[in-house]
């Protein structure tokens, strides 16, 4: 783990914490991790319960590669957090271009020392009533083709049972298993060398998209919607919470409010 010493001492206080709640709070089983680049790479993972970072940090914390997520600039100002955020190298979601030049700046940084930057290119928790991936955006193409950085994309499944969807309260008992898939880098040679337009990144994200619900598909052993669930058709905002009181989430038997 390439990491600052400052970086690695908050990380291992941070991992000291969680990773015993996670391993008392289900089982676990990880797939794939020899597909982890040795050096530094985008991972993608799918997005269906708030708790998802933790899923995907603690398995590559686990094998040694630093954990750096996207988060929105605002968290950066909150105490403790704040400071936690920015020891540990996290990076700050900017509307400006000179904050978004610096959130480029760091990302590069972070794939140079090897750790690996987590992107949920959906932008948010899905909004597929029965949680398959739904359309995604354009962040994490474009970063991977703009860095020459290969795109590693995981799928998950079993957390969202512990932790629903929009939940109040994690359900531990019986005790749930979460199942994680590390998939081959997405081939994005195809657009090596083309103009970083809308039509390239589009396709680009559609590419990562299709690899992450493959390994969704496999996971669940099922099969996939035809048409991958796009909010702007559901007039659904992009952002926020989104289920309408008494709407019952897919597979848990509860309702949200």
């Not at 709070?25 to 993972?45: C, Q």
């Not at 105490?79 to 190298?89: F, I, M, N, Q, S």
């Not at 992107?119 to 970063?143: C, F, N, S, V």
């Not at 081959?184 to 970083?196: K, M, Q, Y």
Request: charged letters at 20%.
């Amino acid at each position: 783990m390439n990491e600052p010493a400052k970086s690695r001492a908050t990380l291992a206080v941070v991992a000291g914490i969680v990773r015993p709640l996670f391993n008392l709070m289900m089982d676990k089983t990880w797939e794939g991790t020899e597909k982890l680049p040795a050096g530094g790479f985008i991972a993608a993972p799918n997005h269906c319960t708030e708790i998802d970072p933790l899923i995907i940090g603690h398995l590559l914390y686990n094998h040694r590669i630093a954990p750096h997520f996207l988060a929105k600039s605002g968290l950066f100002k909150v105490p403790v957090l704040g400071w936690v955020l920015r020891a540990t190298k996290q990076i700050p979601v900017e509307r400006s271009t000179a904050g978004a030049n610096r959130s480029l700046q760091l990302a590069q940084e972070i794939v140079a020392e090897g750790g690996a930057i987590i992107i949920y290119p959906e932008g948010t928790l899905t909004r597929d009533p029965q949680l398959w991936p739904m359309k995604g955006h354009t962040g994490a193409a474009r970063l991977a083709l703009e860095g020459g950085i290969p795109v590693v994309p995981i799928a998950h499944w079993g957390a969202h049972e512990v932790f629903p969807r929009y939940g109040k309260r994690f359900h531990l008992f019986p005790r749930k298993k979460s199942r994680v898939v590390v998939g081959e880098p997405v081939d994005l040679s195809a657009f090596t060398g083309r103009p970083l337009d809308k039509a390239t990144l589009t396709a680009a994200t559609d590419a990562i998209m299709d690899a992450i619900t493959a390994l969704l598909a496999e996971v669940r052993g099922e099969e996939p919607p035809a048409e991958r669930w796009d909010p702007a058709k559901q007039q659904q905002a992009k952002h926020g919470r989104f289920v309408e009181r008494g709407q019952q989430q897919p597979g848990t038997g509860t309702e949200n409010s």
